[in-house]
């Protein structure tokens, strides 16, 4: 992708170069729909306008690339595996969830049964003089 980086070596208004280039956080970002390509490139040191030239070649340069795919291939959906790994993640959360609810819900401590006084002596106070508790 094009773009290009201002310096400006003034001390009263100093500016920085930025670089054009996503990494995978703000790809991330992007696809989640947290931030757009322009507030992306605005946090890397992008003046308003150029974030919206960098955005609108992007955006012009994808859909022409998208044509050019589709053409060649016949194929007129995109699937990334982006996609694939939200979908199948999202499914496999829901089994899961499903399996905790069943084991909840699961007896956990099995029977309560109810005992008299000489019963308790003999199988907790006895037992436990004993070491077999």
């Given at each position: 992708m094009d773009g290009r980086g201002v310096t400006n070596y003034s001390k009263d208004k100093p500016s920085y170069g930025f670089s054009t280039a996503t990494t995978e956080f703000d790809d991330a970002l992007m696809s989640r729909g947290v931030v757009t390509f322009e507030q992306a490139m605005i946090a890397k040191g992008a003046s308003p306008q150029e974030a919206r030239r960098l955005?609108?070649?992007?955006?012009?340069?994808?859909?022409?690339?998208?044509?050019?795919?589709?053409?060649?291939?016949?194929?007129?959906?995109?699937?990334?595996?982006?996609?694939?790994?939200?979908?199948?993640?999202?499914?496999?959360?829901?089994?899961?969830?499903?399996?905790?609810?069943?084991?909840?819900?699961?007896?956990?401590?099995?029977?309560?049964?109810?005992?008299?006084?000489?019963?308790?002596?003999?199988?907790?106070n006895e037992a436990s003089r004993s070491g077999t508790w």
């Open positions: 955005s609108d070649m992007k955006f012009n340069n994808s859909v022409e690339g998208r044509q050019v795919d589709q053409q060649s291939t016949g194929n007129n959906h995109e699937v990334t595996s982006d996609d694939d790994d939200d979908e199948f993640i999202h499914t496999y959360r829901q089994q899961r969830i499903k399996e905790l609810k069943k084991d909840k819900n699961a007896i956990k401590y099995g029977d309560v049964i109810h005992i008299s006084r000489p019963d308790w002596n003999r199988e907790v």
